[in-house]
């Protein structure tokens, strides 16, 4: 499956984004989604996922209460909304896709920034 992230970019803390990940290749439906980051000098951490068995939603203390995770089965599509950014929210951004076993599928990522 290949999966392409867009809505990165620059923003003032306080401030919001939405991150996208558009699926294909596959069935969207088959497919548990993920949201990682990764900031400079750190380890990728998962920040939050969409089960596509039970439709339950994961997010990392990191970012619970200021993210959101949702899901538009008619667009193969994931978002992710992120309210009050703060500058340790800086990092890439990546989707990854499961079928069962692991995050096998990775797109190429889109970059947040909030300067603090």
């Known amino acids: 499956v290949q999966l392409v992230e867009s809505g990165g970019g620059l923003v003032q803390a306080g401030g919001s984004l939405r991150l996208s990940c558009a699926v294909s290749?596959?069935?969207?439906?088959?497919?548990?989604i993920a949201w990682f980051r990764q900031a400079p000098g750190k380890e990728r951490e998962k920040i939050s996922c969409f089960s596509n068995y039970d439709y339950s939603t994961y997010y990392a203390d990191s970012v619970k209460g200021r993210f959101t995770i949702s899901r538009d089965n008619a667009k193969d599509t994931v978002y992710l909304q992120m309210n009050s950014l703060k500058p340790e929210d800086t990092a890439d951004y990546y989707c990854?896709?499961?079928?069962?076993?692991?995050?096998?599928?990775w797109g190429q990522g889109t970059q947040v920034t909030v300067p603090s």
């Open positions: 990854a896709a499961d079928s069962g076993s692991s995050w096998s599928d």
């Open positions: 290749g596959d069935t969207f439906g088959d497919y548990a």
